[in-house]
């Protein structure tokens, strides 16, 4: 495949959204031509599945529930959007993806890693990004920022400190386990230091990793 796939990862409040923002910009003042996902949605079956997973009425939803909802999400956004994307050539950018499953469901929710890996492969097809981006912070900042934001809590965000903390060291474990692939960043960094670190990355990796993109104009 020709394109660049980039996911972004983290905690509750993380801040993934801005770095998004702060990502499309730049790829935009590049010309280059991307597509901008997140996981679970991208899709009309994956938003009514993300429509489930964060219903917050939903309290039952078991997780392996959770598992099989995402990987299913997971499975048709490949499909649909992002193998195509890589395909023609473009920057795939993606909100969370395989390695929130290992973290929520599996770390943080007690499934098996090597069940978790199972299933996540099925769903992926084996296309897996080639940098991550794991913004860390800790829970009580993440907690503020949902406060703050003044909106009610998802299922997810509504589930206890216990499981939030576990779900900040899984996604530490990860990065030092793939640190070939994963970058983890310090969430707490001014949002324009932090992108600046991102981009910098970027950078480094487009030089490394030449790719056949389509420019705009």
């Known amino acids: 495949m020709n394109g660049l796939f980039i996911t972004l990862e983290g905690p509750e409040g993380a801040g993934k959204t801005t770095q998004i923002r702060y990502l499309e910009h730049y790829l935009q ?41 995402y990987s299913a999400s997971r499975a048709q956004l490949v499909t649909e959007k992002i193998r195509p994307a890589l ?15 290992m973290v929520y469901q599996g770390f943080a929710g007690s499934i098996p890693a090597n069940i978790v890996e199972s299933i996540n492969q099925v769903a992926i097809q084996y296309i ?68 600046s670190v991102i981009r910098s990355d970027l950078e480094h990796l487009i030089r490394k990793h030449p790719f056949n993109g389509e420019m705009d104009g």
């Open 87 to 101: 395909e023609s050539g473009k920057v795939v950018i993606c909100d969370r993806y395989i390695d929130s499953t």
């Open 128 to 195: 897996l990004p080639i940098r991550t981006y794991v913004l860390d912070l800790p829970w009580e900042i993440g907690e503020q920022r949902i406060q703050e934001r003044g909106s009610a809590k998802d299922r997810i965000e509504q589930k206890s400190r216990e499981y939030h903390q576990r779900v900040r060291e899984g996604y530490q474990q990860l990065a030092e386990s793939q640190q070939d692939r994963i970058r983890l960043l310090d969430g707490t960094l001014p949002k324009a230091d932090l992108f």
């Open 29 to 69: 003042d590049k010309n280059i031509s991307y597509i901008s996902l997140r996981d679970p949605g991208g899709t009309r079956i994956g938003q009514q599945v993300r429509e489930l997973l964060l219903h917050p009425d939903l309290t039952e939803m078991g997780t392996i529930t959770e598992l099989l909802l």
